[in-house]
């Protein structure tokens, strides 16, 4: 089994929508960083979560043709299956807490879930997805590949899960072990009430920077660290750039020949027989 490992150091801009002059990032390095530790809990989602929501969708969708507002509505919705991430509170906390200090604890941090991209059909942002995938797929892989991906989409006995997996920059992977448990609880238990839930494949969307320079294994970094483990398991996959879809600013310094990397998503597919093995990679590597 590959080590879990960091393999670049990437700081928070290199995911974000804003970048900085080189010569601003290069003093930005020299400074002291100061470490926050800051403790968080996995809740239901309320409504009140909606735009926290759509925020984290679009840093993954970016300017692609899908309705995020339909999409945080419908993890709402589903409020069994879904989770937030937002800064646990204590007592002393909320009893010191002003009007202000109450709206930065109820930040969204992140949000996980998993959405069935086969029996959803009817719903639009569904169908805008898959035909985001299989587009990017079709240019991206090879024939074979998007024949495959393209039969596991349309199949509509054996369903298909995508995994949404969004927190902010530099929350570590470690959150990923609680939170890829309770998912795998959350379904088990939706299952054996009959509702829809029960996946032959899932579908994760990364977020990667591609490096030009360093070894071949070591020139790619996962703003969720912990998704380098998951690839393991996947049966397919495919890369695909971003750089058209980020600010003007940022994707004009970010190509293929620069030092600093390329940004892509990496779309995994794996199937649901492999998910014990895929959670055991993670509690073994990152850790409780």
Known sequence: ????????????????????????????????????????????????DFHGIKNLLHQLFLKAHINTSELADLLIQQRKITGVIK??????????????DEDDL????????????????????????????????????????????????????????????????????????????GLSYDMAKAKSKGEPFDF??????????????GKPQENVVYANGEEELIAEVATLSFDFSVSAELDSGLAGGWTDESSEGHRKRRVLVFPASQWDAMYNKLAQEIGT
């Open 1 to 48: 089994m590959a080590p879990f490992r960091k393999q670049r150091k990437v700081d928070e801009d290199d995911f974000s929508n804003e970048s900085d002059s080189n010569s601003e990032a290069e003093e930005m390095q020299t400074e002291p960083v100061e470490t926050i530790q800051v403790d968080f809990d996995v809740r239901i989602p309320e409504p009140s």
């Open 87 to 100: 800064q646990a509170v204590d007592d002393d906390m909320e009893a010191d807490a002003d009007d202000d």
């Open 106 to 181: 109820d930040v969204n941090f992140g949000v996980f879930s998993v959405v069935n991209l086969t029996e959803k059909i009817n719903v639009n942002c569904v169908n805008e997805i898959k035909t985001y995938l299989l587009s990017h797929c079709k240019k991206a892989a090879s024939d074979e590949d998007f024949q495959t991906f393209q039969r596991i989409l349309d199949d509509k006995i054996k369903h298909v899960g995508l995994i949404i997996s969004e927190r902010m920059v530099n929350i570590p992977p470690k959150i990923a072990v609680p939170l890829y448990s």
């Open 200 to 213: 032959e494949y899932f579908i994760l969307i990364c977020k990667i920077v591609v490096f030009k320079e």
